[in-house]
């Protein structure tokens, strides 16, 4: 009777360190999930107000290598939340948590798309950011669909 006492104790106890040891891995992993999201939206909403200082020639020149740092920071940060975060796995917190960041995400991923539609429809701002232009998300679909002006 005695050994199984102890039995159950071990167990138990085994079990405790088990779970103080995963669960705060799963915390951090939700911050670390949220704090990319955060940082992905902070990177998007730099990139929608540098565009929106494109003006003419001379600003989108001198918002160029900005834009292009942003947005391979973006890329980057967009890579990291891929691999970290599973919507499909994820704790009812951690999903409603990351909701509202996505959702402060779409905002600003929709704002610079209104300013990159804006850009498209000047073929000599969409000439004068060179390349970065072609990094940008809305930029490839505009491409495909034919929605871009001709030079």
Known sequence: MSSCKTSRRLLCRVLLVCLAAFVPACGRRQANNENLQKQ???KCKEAADLLAGVTDVGSAKVAQPNLKAVLQEIDKINNQLEKSYDPENVSPNEARDMMKELANGVSEM???NDETLRISKKAELVAAL???????PMALMLDASGGMPKS
């Open 130 to 136: 060179g390349d970065v232009w072609k990094m940008l």
């Open 40 to 42: 992905w939206n902070a």
């Open 110 to 112: 929709q704002r610079l």
